[in-house]
């Protein structure tokens, strides 16, 4: 019994990484219809800032996560003012799909010059703290994870629904010509969603950081699953993103104890295609026809 | 038609200059031994490839001051990823642009593997230092060649040493699902149940699981583990050590497991870790406490460039080059006569031990096999094992 509630917890561990990771790849998809494969490297810079932040400067780790958070933030406007919106203006969807692939390589690249291949051991204070009870642990930097990722939730759902920004962020994943004739700037907002997308990438960096493996490709270890995340919940749906993450590390913890670690894409991934083929609306069907 | 002259009389000298320079030119391109570096310098892997690169660069250093037998050596770099498809894309680029003399490479085995057939069409030796895989030299391969203990050398040594020197009687393998990391757990276990010993889990994982937690739970739900024998890369070695612990498994968190590892990790590993690195036991390939000359002087000379202690990466990427110049020593001028005097080394002596190939043209020296333990304030011991 106690190994059962043991993997619970480490599912629920695991599944809020990977939602704080997959919240920003949905914001944007879902006021941009547009996937952004930058958002792995910007995970990985903000768990590059809050490690120097940490042991390069030797601030405390969780003013670290909002250095990140504030890192992402400015990179997720720069990427967009550089790049993405002038790519955007020109028409056409595929030239901005195709510039996140190459940001992300470039910014890879970077990374790996920057700050070398070798892994870094980000040591969070919380990661060696561990909590026992009932024959169960956790690690205070897990438990952390488990409330930022709450915390998180909880502060975009309130941002979304009580102020104008949120519900004219809405408006524009509604209907984005609507909204512009409704007085509200759709190219603002698409740079706030990418502002706000990409501090959430930068904050789920620092998070990170101390539980994998800090290298310049640690983002996009989590990438690939944050993407099947966002597809098996629903493209744009923050509901169906969020159930889908614990979903999905509830799936590898108990896949891990059952029947072992190398089955664990395989029931991922033939999860991802049952949904593709039966209901391809996601988890939960958000009222949208951009979302069929 | 003085003028005239002097125009000819200086055409005449700019023609011979160049022609003096042109075979000048020529003489020391024929003088240079080529030598093709195939390293993963991208991915989880590059830590190997950067580690590597500054051996290689220290020992060309050290041979190029004079050269060997009027022959100086360069290397080109080309960056293999640990990887078989762009280990092949980077073996073709390499033979077809730099035609070397020799290739050095690569680290991970499912890469050295996939090249090996290249080499051996190009009739290019390929001197292997990091790959583990029985396969590389069984049943043997003419153009290749292995300086470090192959996975049953190292298999079979740790787990008689667990069994006898540690008393170990239960175990759970820890491996990454490649051709190294499953031959090694393979051999362990089989050596290990041969001998009396028990495996009560054998735990394979790809390379993209970061978060051990999961694995660590299962493998602390399986009664009482004496050893676990772990083949990954460093930075899945870090969490996997940092996970056991965690959970209660292994000596750094209170429990009762070794954790035992095979040449993978690089020093510096421990410190990394922090306390769940608490008596693990693991193979390097390099004894930086070896009185030898020969070693004492590398750490020196590595110190000296680098400012920083070195690894048995840095070890065995620069025997490798001194490896091919020692063959160059004996008369060996391009990748047909590298070959042979790689095939008829003798008790070369180098910085990780000696290297002697048998008729697979595998290393069978055992003392290329270092044991090291994990003190409680990150230091560690060399143990005399072997």
Known sequence: ?292 | MVMRLRVCCLAAGAIAAALVVTSTAVRAEDQIIKIGALLPMSGPGSYFGAQDRQGIELALDEINKTGVSGYKFEVKFEDSACSPLPATQAAKRLLDQYKPDVVIGEECSDATLAIMPLMELAKVPLLNAGSSSIRITEPGNPWTFRIMPNEVMQGVDIATHAYKRLDARTAVLLYENTNAGIGNARVFNDTFTKLGGKVLADIGFGRDINDFTSIATRVAGVGKIDVIPTYTLEGQGLKITQALSQAGVTKGGGGQAIQLGTIWLPFGFEQKAGKAALGYIRIVQFDPTDERALVRNFVVAFKAKYRQDPTHLHAHAYDQIILIADTVKRGAKDAQSIRDGLAATKSFSGVTGSVEFDKTNQNDKMDTIHYMETLPDLSWKALKWN
């Open chain 1, 1 to 292: 019994m106690a190994v059962v509630l043991q993997q619970a917890i480490n599912g629920v561990v695991l599944g809020s990484l990977y939602v704080l990771v997959a919240l920003g790849l949905t914001l944007v998809y879902g006021v941009l219809v547009q996937i952004n494969f930058a958002h792995a490297d910007i995970v990985t810079l903000g768990a590059f800032s809050a490690y120097f932040f940490v042991h390069g400067v030797g601030g405390g780790y969780i003013p670290g996560i909002a250095v990140a958070f504030v890192v992402g933030g400015i990179l997720g406007w720069a990427v967009n003012a550089a790049v993405f919106a002038p790519l955007r203006e020109r028409g056409g969807e595929l030239l901005p799909l195709i510039a996140t692939i190459g940001v992300s390589i470039a910014m890879e690249n970077a990374m790996l010059a920057w700050f070398g291949p070798i892994p870094y051991a980000f040591d969070s204070p919380y990661s060696s703290e561990v909590i026992r009870f009932g024959g169960t642990f956790i690690t205070v930097q897990n438990a952390l994870i488990i409330s930022v990722s709450v915390l998180t939730i909880g502060l975009l759902y309130a941002f979304m629904k009580f102020t104008f920004l949120g519900k004219a962020l809405r408006a524009v994943s509604q209907d984005r010509e609507t909204a512009g004739l409704m007085g509200i700037n759709p190219n603002q907002l698409v740079m706030l969603t990418f502002v706000i997308a990409s501090a959430l990438a930068g904050m789920a960096g620092a998070m990170l950081g101390p539980v994998l493996v800090l290298t310049p490709f640690a983002g996009t270890s989590v990438i690939v699953k944050a993407f099947a995340i966002v597809i098996i919940g629903g493209f744009g749906n923050f509901d169906g993103t969020i159930l889908a993450g614990l979903l999905v590390g509830l799936i590898e913890s108990y896949t891990t104890q059952y029947l072992g670690p190398g089955m664990i894409d395989i029931i991922v991934f033939a999860l991802l295609l049952v949904m593709l083929a039966i209901r391809p609306t996601g988890l939960i069907a958000e009222k949208r026809e951009e979302n069929v």
